[in-house]
């Protein structure tokens, strides 16, 4: 597509369920990003891929949050046994280019997903 | 961790004027990107610099790479009623890395 495409835009859900959180990025661009941003605050880096390897989920948050990208296109973030403090935007990027290489920095961010975890 | 900090956090202007923003980090960068990022959107990468004391023009913007590397500053001129948003400015973890720091955001708000 044109852009990166986040689904779904908006997720309610209740404490203790499980969310899948799915990013398809531009057409061909080599990295992912996810990343989170609360309101009125900077995005938070969580994890990166590079084609279909997780380069990096240093910015995990616990054990609960989970990152996959199997076919280096798609990626589903997924969040198990939500609690309210994951309540939050998640935001997807995506990148022409991978780490390793002078880059422009540029990042292509989604629409985001709303989670609101009640 | 690297932190960026952002001054100031909010500003109310008028249409037409000048603005002026920036950005400090605890430790040093070897890019400065900045991002604007309107309302229910994603961040959009406006300007990015890559050596320190650099000064980059886009249209109105104007965006300089401080000399100790831990600053940068960004500039507006002629404010525009779309030029409401907030300003992130960001930085990779390291050079060439895209794995990026992002600021604590200055808020523009233009009063009619």
């Known amino acids: 597509g044109a852009g990166v495409s986040q689904s779904p835009r908006y997720k309610v859900t209740k404490r203790g369920q499980d969310v899948a959180l799915r990013c398809d990025p531009i057409s061909g661009h080599v990295s992912l990003y996810w990343y989170r941003q609360a309101l009125g605050q900077g995005p938070e880096f969580l994890t990166y891929f590079n084609y279909e390897a997780q380069q990096d989920k240093s910015g995990l948050p616990n054990d609960r949050f989970s990152a996959e990208r199997p076919e280096g296109s798609i990626s589903t973030l997924t969040i198990q046994r939500t609690e309210q403090r994951d309540s939050a935007m998640y935001r997807c990027a995506s990148s022409p280019s991978w780490s390793g290489r002078v880059s422009t920095g540029e990042l292509f961010f989604g629409e985001g997903s709303r989670l609101t975890v009640l | 961790g690297q932190q960026l900090n952002q001054s100031p956090q909010s500003m109310f202007i008028q249409e037409g004027e000048d603005v002026s923003m920036n950005c400090t980090s605890s430790?040093?960068?070897?890019?400065w990107l900045w991002y604007k990022q309107d309302p229910g959107e994603g961040p959009v990468l406006l300007i990015a610099?890559?050596?320190?004391?650099e000064l980059t023009s886009n249209g109105r913007l104007t965006a300089q790479f401080g000399i100790t590397r831990k600053d940068s500053f960004l500039n507006i001129s002629a404010s525009i009623p779309s030029d409401v948003g907030i300003y992130f400015c960001?930085?990779?973890?390291?050079?060439?890395?895209?794995?990026?720091?992002f600021g604590t955001g200055t808020r523009l708000t233009i009063i009619p």
């Open positions: 610099l890559y050596k320190a004391g």
């Open positions: 960001a930085g990779p973890y390291y050079f060439g890395n895209e794995k990026l720091t």
């Open positions: 430790s040093i960068f070897n890019t």
